[in-house]
């Protein structure tokens, strides 16, 4: 513990720079109460207060930086002491200097001259005011400072749970996908080979897609439409006319934005919570209006209750998307369709 090994981990050159500027703040006020004084030797006494404020300040940030001090209002009893002390003694000097160049106001000097006490309690008087302004101004200071770290690092952590949570969705629908489209492909291989290569080829790009990645959690609306794509055109090769799907996405979104593998679950919970048959197929339409993205199907017979709940992927959705915008998931459940709109991220 001490000053020089915790001032690296603070940002003690911006600080010295912001309490320049309030000392300026602060002696501007007792330019502004001098102007209407007779004072012989007004900008010495305005250089000297500035000193001694600004040198307070450095003196009380040297020691709550010492004692590794992050609340000045909360900090030890020795800490405030200590402070308090060379307040003290700063203002000690600075008396002394005023009055030996003559600087120092009729008022004041009558009580020094007085007693040697009331000089004391003068300079004690001083420092108490000085020291409660200073550590007023080094907790707006540096709590200021604290908690902008506070909320870096609270971003940092929504954005590795959110790539957490998109691994984790990974991991969810892979095996269970490949099981099935593993299954699929052996039959196609027997049945037609040219659709087994053609299935084959969807199945290679939609892997590709579903493991990317970035640094911002987000992927353009052309990745995630495409992956959709692919995702729909093995399902259709697998269950036949018993899924249709319609993408209507205009090519001027297609440069924005969406968090990574947010589209491809709504259709896959379309898929697993609808029982679909050729005679009562189920729709599922990806379409673009007015900002959004909106993801419907209609609501065929539902598959038993022992199938999993679907609120915790919306509830999911919904979380990650408010890392970017507020109000950006709507939900609309109806009679006879289900819609999910997702808003677009714009740069």
Excluded at 33 to 55: H, M, N
Excluded at 180 to 202: C, F, G, P, R, V
């Amino acid at each position: 513990m001490g000053f020089f090994q915790n001032k690296n981990r603070y940002p003690l050159k911006y600080w010295i720079k912001r309490s320049a500027v309030f000392s300026i703040c602060i002696v501007s006020i007792l330019i502004i109460d001098s102007l209407y004084k007779e004072q012989g030797r007004f900008w010495l006494s305005t250089a000297i207060a500035f000193v001694v404020v600004f040198g307070i300040i450095l003196a009380n940030l040297v020691v709550h930086i010492h004692f590794d001090v992050k609340d000045p209002i909360k900090s030890p009893v020795k800490v405030k002491l200590l402070g308090y002390v060379m307040t003290f003694g700063i203002c000690l000097l600075s008396i002394i200097l005023s009055k030996q160049l003559g600087t120092i106001a009729p008022e004041e000097n009558r009580v020094i001259e007085s007693s040697p006490i009331n000089f004391f309690l003068l300079t004690a008087f001083h420092a108490a005011i000085l020291d409660f302004m200073v550590l007023l101004w080094l907790y707006f200071l540096m709590t200021d400072y604290f908690k902008n770290q506070l909320e870096l690092e609270r971003s940092k952590l929504d954005k590795l749970k959110e790539r957490a949570v998109n691994q984790m969705l990974r991991q969810q629908v892979q095996p269970h996908f490949l099981f099935n489209a593993l299954s699929s492909l052996k039959s196609l291989i027997k049945k037609d080979t040219a659709m087994a290569e053609s299935y084959l080829l969807q199945l290679s790009d939609y892997l590709r897609g579903s493991f990317l990645t970035s640094d911002d959690g987000l992927a353009t609306v052309k990745q995630e439409i495409k992956l959709c794509e692919d995702y729909l055109s093995m399902q259709k090769i697998r269950f036949r006319e018993a899924i249709q799907y319609t993408i209507a996405v205009s090519e001027n979104v297609f440069k924005a934005h969406l968090p990574i593998f947010s589209l491809q679950p709504l259709v896959d919970n379309a898929l697993k919570h609808n029982h679909y048959t050729i005679e009562h197929p189920l729709h599922i339409d990806i379409l673009e209006e007015d900002g959004w993205i909106i993801v419907r199907n209609n609501v065929c017979l539902r598959k038993s209750a022992t199938e999993d709940n679907n609120n915790y992927g919306l509830n999911n959705l919904k979380e990650r998307f408010s890392y970017y915008l507020k109000d950006s998931v709507i939900i609309r459940e109806k009679a006879s369709c289900f819609e999910v709109y997702v808003k677009i991220i714009h740069e």
